[in-house]
């Protein structure tokens, strides 16, 4: 626009020259000179506005080149692209709204970015497993739990049939996707021995989202209560069945034989004694497995755990034929609670002394290890075959259940020395060879000579610790 203004000045001045000039004339000057002179103000104006044309029209292509430069930038996802605003013309009102509309999309897409980093951290931080297929049944999008499940195979672009094998979990996504409903199931191929609930429900764009929520540990959970509950009405009605039938024989009897009646009765106590040590198995390992077990913990040298446990747990053999010996313990201390501890001792000592009887001689000892006590119950009975010794700490697990019930085992007795010696910080094992014998082992932390001063200061006030 400036231009065409520049130009008409120029030609409106050229014309005043020309109008001058005639005036100035004499009227015997001819149309001839007046005509040349007029021709060569033309070509001289003309001269003059072409350079000065192909300067501006330059400039302007210039400012039009940055601007298509911008619009690439800005398309190629550049939004810090800005244009030079220094001028003050119609081009100059047009950068602004171009670097307005720039920045406008440049909050918009951080907006969004932000949107989309937090979701995937969300995502991301869940413990169930998330993936997004497209509505040809690629994979979209999957959080970090679906990748350490599916590994390196699932990947963005990639059909789900292809990365997944689990027929639930694509039969739920298939459904998803064709029906636009939501689909649910169960999967259990995904990884050995997981179990998966899947929710698959339709998204608005057509593809569909599946959500897996691990349920091993609740199957677990649900299993060994189911199993609990099976072995402890089998074991209650054992003995419920023979105390019913004696006692059923003694009422039909009016007047019952005195030896019989003698017999009868001892096999009467006998279940009712197995039902009560049942009862109170269940009770202590209730107990110890409850949130508000606690300990009394103080520290205590262990040759002096070992020495008391056969001095208050000796009796228990001494009709047995069975010899109970130390073999030494370090002084060093552990944090304990004496009475936990005991019948953790009871327990592993009772039970060498009903399934290695036949080895006439149990030790009691500890050793130390780096930074712990390692404390051992060794009998030189018939031994454990190796298949059993991951799973005698299981409850009511027994190795021989036939000779379990005629010992009067209640199978808790190990589970209960398990959760007492964890409680405490440490761990149990068993090692054994069939013909040589078993030795439970387990370890307790060594206290520091600087920790024990600090507890024993402070003994009066934190003699409880919970656990």
Not at 18 to 28: D, Q, S
Not at 176 to 187: S, T
Not at 316 to 345: K, T
Request: with cysteine; proline share 4%; charged share 25%.
């Amino acid at each position: 626009m400036a231009l065409f203004v520049l130009l008409l000045l120029f030609q409106t001045a050229a014309m005043e020259l020309i109008l001058r000039r005639m005036m100035e004339h004499t009227a015997g000057e001819t149309l001839h000179r007046l005509g040349r002179e007029a021709l060569w103000s033309g070509i001289i104006a003309l001269l003059v506005a072409l350079p000065i044309a192909a300067w501006a029209a330059s400039r302007i292509a210039a400012r039009l080149r940055r601007v298509v430069d911008f619009s690439r930038r800005i398309a190629q996802g550049d939004l810090s692209a800005r244009l030079d605003q220094r001028r003050g013309d119609e081009l100059t009102a047009m950068e602004a709204a171009l670097n307005q509309t720039a920045e406008r999309l440049g909050r918009s897409f951080a907006e969004i970015e932000s949107s989309r980093h937090e979701l995937a951290t969300m995502l991301d931080s869940m413990q169930e497993a998330v993936v997004a297929v497209t509505a040809e049944g690629h994979v979209r999008w999957s959080n970090s739990v679906m990748k350490r499940i599916a590994g390196t195979e699932i990947r963005v672009g990639r059909p789900l049939v292809h990365s997944v094998r689990d027929p639930e979990l694509l039969a739920c996504v298939r459904g998803a996707l064709e029906k636009r409903e939501v689909r649910y199931g169960r999967a259990n191929s995904l990884g050995p021995g997981r179990i998966f609930e899947i929710s698959a429900a339709p998204l608005p764009s057509g593809g569909a989202i599946a959500v897996l929520h691990d349920v091993t540990r609740i199957e677990a959970a649900e299993r060994s209560r189911r199993d609990f509950i099976a072995n402890v009405s089998h074991e209650l009605r054992t003995p419920l069945t023979s105390i019913q039938g004696y006692v059923e024989t003694l009422l039909e009897e009016p007047r019952p034989d005195a030896a019989t009646a003698n017999e009868f009765l001892q096999v009467i106590l006998k279940n009712a004694t197995r039902m009560n040590r049942l009862t109170e198995d269940l009770l202590a390992l209730a107990s110890i497995e409850s949130p508000d077990y606690k300990l009394a913990m103080q520290p205590t040298r262990a040759s002096e755990m070992v020495r008391d446990a056969i001095e208050s747990l000796g009796g228990i053999v001494v009709d047995s034929g069975v010899e109970l010996e130390s073999s030494g313990a370090p002084n060093a201390h552990v944090m304990v609670d004496p009475d936990a501890i005991n019948q953790v001792f009871g327990n592993l000592i009772e039970n060498a002394l009903k399934y290695g009887k036949s080895g006439k001689l149990i030790r009691v000892g500890a050793r130390q290890l780096e930074n712990q006590i390692e404390f051992f119950v060794q009998d030189l009975g018939p031994g454990i075959a190796s298949e059993h010794l991951e799973r005698i700490f299981e409850r009511f697990y027994r190795v021989d259940k036939a000779r379990s019930r005629e010992a009067g085992g209640t199978g808790l007795g190990l589970a209960i020395v398990k959760h007492i010696v964890q409680a405490h910080g440490g761990n149990v094992r068993a090692e054994s060879e069939l013909g040589s014998g078993t030795t439970f082992l387990f370890t307790l932390p060594i206290v520091p000579e600087k920790h024990r001063h600090e507890e024993q200061a402070d003994a009066p006030v934190t003699a409880r610790t919970e656990v």
